[in-house]
């Protein structure tokens, strides 16, 4: 019955490093989003999963950045080379169908990124 | 495109007072609006959402929203706020995509209480 779960929840990166941020969805959600929420902004979306299938990228900033769903569970959102503006809390949420915007999408707390 | 305004950044309103966070949207169809609650160090937490049927909204925590369409509007009350209410507020539109969908935010209204 667990709920979303993000690890870690705080990253301090120097500038050039790569980083690994994991979203645990909850247990049978079809769907898998990732949003980035920049200080003082609402979540934007980067991109989505519907089980291992990536159907949508169109949000991630550039080629730095990359997500998978390996097997339909647990994904992982990678940034390359990360730079000071990629300093955000990235915001991982699951919905229990693929489709439906009747689906509540279920929010992790986040992994906050301070690039340095 | 998609877009949503939420015009206050910041609300100030003293414990027991009523509330009215306000929130428009920009959407070509029939939106799906919803009011996401964020506290700091959680994640966002879901008020209440709008699909279709009755324009007003009940939502949890005591929350109501009314969808207005000729305003474009969807604000978000309570008709008496409690201390525990400060919080970070988000207002959203639903918008599908060719595969799924996915979320259109606000920028948020921060509500601090005073007591």
């Known amino acids: 019955g667990a709920g979303v779960s993000q690890s870690p929840r705080y990253k301090v990166a120097k500038r050039g490093q790569d980083v690994a941020l994991r979203c645990d969805p909850i247990?049978?959600?079809?769907?898998l989003f990732w949003y980035q929420q920049a200080l003082g902004q609402g979540p934007e979306f980067l991109t989505y999963?519907?089980?291992?299938?990536?159907?949508?990228k169109s949000g991630l900033p550039s080629d730095r950045f990359f997500a998978e769903r390996p097997e339909g569970s647990v994904s992982t959102l990678k940034i390359q080379r990360t730079q000071q503006e990629d300093s955000a809390v990235y915001l991982c949420?699951?919905?229990?169908?693929?489709?439906?915007?009747?689906?509540?999408?279920?929010f992790g707390p986040g992994t906050r990124l301070l690039v340095l | 495109a998609q877009s949503v305004t939420q015009p206050d950044i910041h609300i100030t309103v003293s414990e027991g007072a009523s509330l009215e966070l306000r929130c428009n949207y920009s959407?070509?169809?029939?939106?799906?609006l919803f009011w996401y609650v964020q506290s700091p160090g959680q994640g966002l937490q879901l008020l209440l959402k709008?699909?279709?049927?009755?324009?007003l909204v009940q939502g949890i925590k005591g929350f109501e929203a009314e969808f207005k369409r000729s305003q474009s509007s969807f604000n978000l009350r309570k008709p008496s706020v409690h201390w525990s209410d400060a919080a970070e507020y988000f207002c959203?539109?639903?918008?599908?995509?060719?595969?799924?969908?996915?979320?259109?935010f606000g920028a948020g209204t921060i509500l601090r209480v005073k007591s």
């Open positions: 949420a699951s919905s229990s169908t693929d489709w439906a915007l009747q689906e509540t999408q279920y």
């Open positions: 247990s049978g959600h079809v769907s």
């Open positions: 999963f519907q089980n291992e299938a990536q159907l949508d």
């Open positions: 959407y070509g169809a029939t939106p799906y």
């Open positions: 709008y699909f279709s049927g009755d324009t």
């Open positions: 959203a539109v639903g918008s599908h995509m060719e595969y799924g969908n996915k979320l259109v």
